[in-house]
């Protein structure tokens, strides 16, 4: 984890900080299959109020800039019932904390955080193949992509791409 962020549960009174990081990523279109005119509402319902969800925020601990939000994750059911020990997870860095480790330091959380509540497993649905640094820290960690969706995902610049299943053991 890099020295300069802390991870840790989100509050409520993090929402604005976190509609921050989210906002322009979701409204980019390039990584999320979220509607890119999603609206904060709908954001908030949808990343902090998903059932069982534990939402996380990478924040700074470095002086100037002490307690920023720089990147938000969250983790779930995969699926409910017979397919509940399997942990999904979303991850989003803000623009301007790239190269800073917050995804490592997120991923890492998260990872312990599921292990924790007894997941056995963790599978990611949709990681666009092109979001290339994703798939690199996801590969880096241990995840395999399992199935690739052709042109499962319109991407605004690249057309129609595919969606990677991806998926490691805990």
């Known amino acids: ?6 991870v840790r549960a989100a509050a409520v009174e993090d929402w604005t900080q976190i509609w921050r990081v989210l906002e322009p990523v979701f409204q980019a279109g390039e990584t ?19 059932e069982r969800a534990r939402v996380l925020v990478a924040v700074s601990s470095r002086a ?5 939000v720089l990147g938000t994750a969250k983790y779930l059911p995969n699926h409910p019932g017979a397919g509940s020990h399997v ?32 997941y056995l497993a963790m599978q990611f649905n949709a990681v666009v193949e092109t979001n290339e640094r994703a798939v690199r820290l996801w590969r880096s960690l ?18 129609l791409v595919g969606l990677h299943v991806m998926h490691r053991q805990l």
Do not use: C, K
């Open 1 to 6: 984890m890099s020295a300069d962020v802390e």
């Open 32 to 50: 999320y299959t979220y509607p890119r005119d999603i609206s904060e509402p709908e954001a908030l319902a949808a990343w902090m109020s998903a």
């Open 64 to 68: 100037e800039d002490r307690g920023t």
């Open 87 to 118: 942990a999904n997870a979303s991850f989003v860095v803000g623009q301007d904390a790239a190269g800073r480790g917050v995804g490592r330091a997120l991923a890492a959380a998260v990872l312990d955080g599921a292990r924790a509540d007894g």
């Open 142 to 159: 241990g995840f395999e992509v399992i199935a690739t969706v052709p042109r499962a995902f319109d991407h605004p610049v690249l057309g």
